[in-house]
T-cell receptor
């Protein structure tokens, strides 16, 4: 158990809809990262937050947004969903701002867009 | 954002054979991490290498960081079925968020 909690585990929705994925980091971790993993693909970095502030953006679409709240949990919002958005979305957390601390991943949220 | 290439992309080995995956960067890295993702699972941190030429071992796994700190390798001796999964490097160029493309290992019993 990594200590990172992601909800929901599975999500099935239709094209054009909007969903929110939630992540609670490990106790004591200030950084939260979001990754997208499509079927048999690698880990695509989306965004990084540290202590409530956005620190880095990766390959995140404009239809996607995220935030980290004062209690350090984070939410990833995906809107105007397309079939291609179907993927496994991972949240990871780390102690520091990212350069030299291991990332601890949650079990992921599997999103299916129909 | 760019991903660092890992080679090979896929590897099938007979149980008991050795396996190596390579992570190659065009820029000098401050450190590199390795992760393993079992089928259906999430990536799990294995190790971090920091020093030039560093070699670390974890049982049958040997991790190396190149002298120029641009390349790294993960070698598994005498693979077992429990080694099945995808191995990702996480090269840190000051921006550690981009993982390598991954090497998927299949072990044939």
């Amino acid at each position: 158990d990594s200590g990172v909690t992601q909800t929901p585990k599975h999500l099935i929705t239709a094209t054009g809809q909007r969903v929110t994925l939630r992540c609670s980091p490990r106790s004591g971790d200030l950084s939260v990262y979001w990754y997208q993993q499509s079927l048999d693909q690698g880990l695509q970095f989306l965004i990084h937050y540290y202590n409530g502030e956005e620190r880095a953006k990766g390959n995140i679409l404009e239809r996607f947004s995220a935030q980290q709240f004062p209690d350090l949990h984070s939410e990833l919002n995906l809107s105007s969903l397309e079939l291609g958005d179907s993927a496994l979305y991972f949240c990871a957390s780390s102690v520091g701002q990212g350069n030299d601390s291991p990332l601890h991943f949650g079990n992921g949220t599997r999103l299916t867009v129909t | 954002g760019q991903q660092v290439m890992q080679i090979p992309q896929y590897q099938h080995v007979q149980e008991g054979e050795d396996f190596t995956t390579y992570c190659n960067s065009s820029t000098t890295l401050s450190n590199i991490q390795w992760y393993k993702q079992r089928p259906g699972g999430h990536p799990v941190f294995l190790i971090q290498l920091v020093k030039s030429g560093e070699v670390k071992k974890q049982k049958r796994l040997t991790f190396q960081f190149g002298e120029a700190k641009k390349n790294s390798s993960l070698h598994i001796t005498a693979t077992q079925t429990t080694d099945v999964g995808t191995y990702f490097c996480n090269p840190n160029t000051g921006n550690q968020f981009y993982f390598g493309t991954g090497t998927s290992l299949t072990v044939i019993p």
